[in-house]
């Protein structure tokens, strides 16, 4: 896993998330608890000198971890977070693929429709998923949520270029250029708080998080951000291996996310 | 550690997917899950290994064995990342072709060397993208050797040509070098092909891996900030060349207000200075009457006019009228376009041109007369500030470079 600069990273996406709120009336982000989208608040922070200018949301499913719901709460307080807790049902006989798809997609619609947003800030990375490679930083969703990935806007030379159609709204990826070990590496730099989940306990931990349903934790015993940059460094293993719902059928990803998945 | 993005050129089905495949392969950058799924689909579609499958991860692009659209990957050599866009072949599919490439520093041509392959225009007219792109450096590679017997002469005659079409459009020679491979062989990506003894040079990684080492040459440009917006009072934007410092007098462009630097903001924390690739926020002693999103800041002192005619290159990606609209640092602004000459994107001559369209795919020497003056320099001197993007409506309609300010 390639290290790269951070200084280049944080720029563009500092670039990125300023052009959001320049350019689009209602902006929002979504705000897992993970490290992604906690890495991505603090270069918020960065980007309006100390406070995140735009209300993030969680969707809650009602079973993500203990630890994710105090992480939550404490965070918010701290940087003084305009949380939108947007609750999503979770249907027993819905598992796995169906779920991600019907139940946090769902909910998010609501909350989309209910606030107005037009801009949606989703912290996904490329070299999470070969799928995730194909997108755009800014990337037009339709009223649906639908990904009509065959018809992308071109997207030249940091040219934003994607305009709304009515009702739908954009995707913005400002982390689209980072690596798994980047993040790490910035967290560490900033001391951005961390939900403990990542950390290792009684020899496991999460790599990536997910709702308790479909994650799985790894073998590992890195207790300390050090020995979690020292890990991946050694890995060959990807880093959605504990998520179920990619692994199910092998065009699950590029269903999910046509459907409107982050 | 730095990242040097690579693009990848050339006709649909000469082999570019097929190349970064392999190079993830055999540079031991694709995990085990990515190659056995790669090799599950190629038996479930009844075709033999397709290492292209670890990049084309659409159900359509692995069934009709065509990249769609563009994705990038990594991979690690010595001391450089290198990132590889992979980038469509298709002639239709060519706006997705230049969002994958505008972003590269150097570029792959991939060319068959099989006799009903060979050169094609979609090789051309990739390679006169690269050239408004401002791409630094190209490597040729003569692909599909396998298939013709190694043969030396015909690579040197597809180099050839190739070299000739460089030079027609301004290409210096120093600034590209041909490579014969075999990228499903995976034959001078990473090691030598033992069937090729007669070329002497570099495998593809090791000549990227030396135009990765060389030292850029940047041009020594004063302060240049495209500004995005304002927040609280500060103008936030990104300063694409030269520094600035707290109290130093700025003018933005093209309203010629001016302010001197109260206080500077870079990634969040108040600095002295800022420079070129920082985002900054900046306070002036007097808050602007204006938004200031779209407009350049430059140092007061300096003698700067803005402008609304300039002569450009230009390629269509759609139909092109001569009312159009451009698009500058973010700003849609109205122009006409003086077609003065086409340029044949596949063998570089010009002729005068007496329609008053550019049909797609075509290039063009151009007069353009914006309705109002924006702030914009030559391409050579600034690539950031010499390009101009074509809109028809809100469809990309086609790519320029500012040649000269009028």
Known sequence: MIEQDLRELEEKSIFIIREAKAKFGNVAALWSMGKDSTAMLTLARKAFLGKVPFPVIHIDNGIDFPETYAFREELAKKWKLDLIVAESEIKPEISGYSCCGANKTEALKRVMDEHGFDALIVSIRRDEHSIRAKERYVSPRDRNFKWNYKEQPAEVWNDYSSKLDSKGHLRIHPLLDWNEIDIWNYIRKNKTPINPLYYSNKGYRYRSLGCTHCTVPIKSNAKSIDAIIKELKDTSVEERSGREQDKERQYVMEKLRSLGYM | MKIKRVTLLGHKD???????????????????????????????????????FILDSFSEEREGGLTIDTTRVQIRYKDIGFEFIDVPGH????????????????????????????????????????????????????????????SEERFGSVA????????????????????????????????????????????????????????????????????????????????????????????????????????????????????????????????????????????RSEEFNASRRFMALIFATEPMRSESTIKFIGNQIRARIKFIDEISTTDGERKKMRGKELAPLKAASVEIILEKEIPAENFNESQELGRLLFYSGEALSGVGIIERKL
């Open chain 2, 91 to 150: 002639e239709e599919l060519i706006k997705n072709m230049i969002s994958g490439a505008s972003y590269a520093d150097f570029a792959v041509l991939i060319v068959s060397a099989k006799r009903d392959e060979g050169i094609m225009d979609q090789t051309k007219r990739h390679l006169f993208l690269a050239k408004i792109f401002g791409i630094k450096k190209i490597i040729i590679a003569v692909n599909k050797m396998d298939s013709i017997g190694y």
């Open chain 2, 14 to 52: 000469h082999g570019k997917s097929t190349l970064i495949g392999n190079l993830l392969i055999s540079t031991g950058t694709a995990t085990k899950d990515r190659i056995n799924e790669a090799r599950r689909i190629s038996r479930s579609l009844g075709r033999q290994f397709e290492p292209a």
């Open chain 2, 160 to 299: 050839k040509s190739i070299g000739a079409y460089l030079e027609k459009i301004g290409i210096d020679s120093r600034d590209y070098e041909a490579i014969p491979i075999s990228a499903y062989g995976s034959e001078n990506l990473v090691k030598k092909s033992d069937k090729m003894k007669w070329y002497r040079g570099k495998t593809l990684l090791d000549i990227l891996y030396e135009m990765g080492r060389e030292k850029e040459k940047k041009p020594k440009n004063n302060f240049r900030m495209i500004i995005q917006g304002e927040s609280d009072g500060r103008y936030f934007g990104r300063v694409v060349s030269g520094t600035a410092k707290v109290s130093d007098e700025i003018k933005i462009l093209p309203r010629n207000d001016w302010g001197r630097i109260k206080r500077l903001y870079v990634k969040g924390k108040s600095v002295r200075k800022c420079r070129d690739g920082d985002n900054p926020a900046i306070e002036l002693d007097e808050e602007l009457k204006f938004n200031p999103r779209g407009m350049v800041a430059l140092p």
